[in-house]
T-cell receptor, first 114, second 117 residues
């Protein structure tokens, strides 16, 4: 069974540009989460999808971040325009409905904004 | 809000020795779950071990065990007979047991573990 995949693995952009991160969850997982780790800090929750619906987006830092989940499958996280403080590692995770025990994480996308 | 604290940014251990990683958390909830995740360099984060708060017995998974002190809100990870493959960043995480609202994980800042041959 394929795990959670994320693309790209690294992205380097300049301030003011746009970047789109993609996450493909494990097949059949209705729950999809985005997290972010800024250098040296804790991993912080951004938002949670159940299928194609946003269940909780309380962690989204501001309106420069837009997340979508087309048809309840893969998800994208767009940052527009990117700022220096957006640099960090963006993790995606997925889980089955009702699974309290584990979220399966992707390898993350390292975003550097210059 | 729940917080998770890992006070050891870096730790090192000799191969075959034992190391303990610390984690404390703060919550007013009585039903919750605690986890240790491991992220090897440039690889996916994987679950090492989990503990249900209602269970008094400490969880064990092969060479990995936890010391769960509910009253002290402490959840340390012990790695016995350390191997080179244990070198990774370790994250402690908390999840509410209230399924409706507690779907997100709360993480600590991580502990980078080096295993010395």
């Amino acid at each position: 069974e394929a795990g959670v995949t994320q693309f790209p693995s690294h992205s380097v952009i300049e301030k003011g540009q746009t970047v789109t991160l993609r996450c493909d969850p494990i097949s059949g997982h209705d729950n999809l989460y985005w997290y972010r780790r800024v250098m040296g800090k804790e991993i912080k929750f951004l938002l949670h999808f159940v299928k194609e619906s946003k269940q909780d987006e309380s962690g989204m830092p501001n309106n420069r971040f837009l997340a979508e989940r087309t048809g309840g499958t893969y998800s994208t996280l767009k940052v527009q325009p990117a700022e220096l403080e957006d640099s960090g590692v963006y993790f995606c995770a997925s889980s089955q409905e009702g699974n309290r025990y584990e979220q399966f994480f992707g390898p993350g996308t390292r975003l550097t904004v210059l | 809000a729940q917080t998770v604290t890992q006070s050891q940014p870096e730790m090192s251990v000799q191969e075959a020795e034992t190391v303990t990683l610390s984690c404390t958390y703060d919550t007013s909830e009585s039903d919750y779950y605690l986890f240790w995740y491991k992220q090897p360099p440039s690889r996916q984060m994987i679950l090492v071990i989990r503990q249900e708060a209602y269970k008094q017995q400490n969880a064990t998974e092969n060479r990995f065990s936890v010391n769960f002190q509910k009253a002290a809100k402490s959840f340390s990870l012990k790695i016995s007979d350390s191997q080179l493959g244990d070198a990774a960043m370790y994250f402690c995480a908390y999840r509410s047991g209230v399924l409706k609202t507690g779907n997100q994980f709360y993480f600590g800042t991580g502990t980078s573990l080096t295993v010395i041959p």
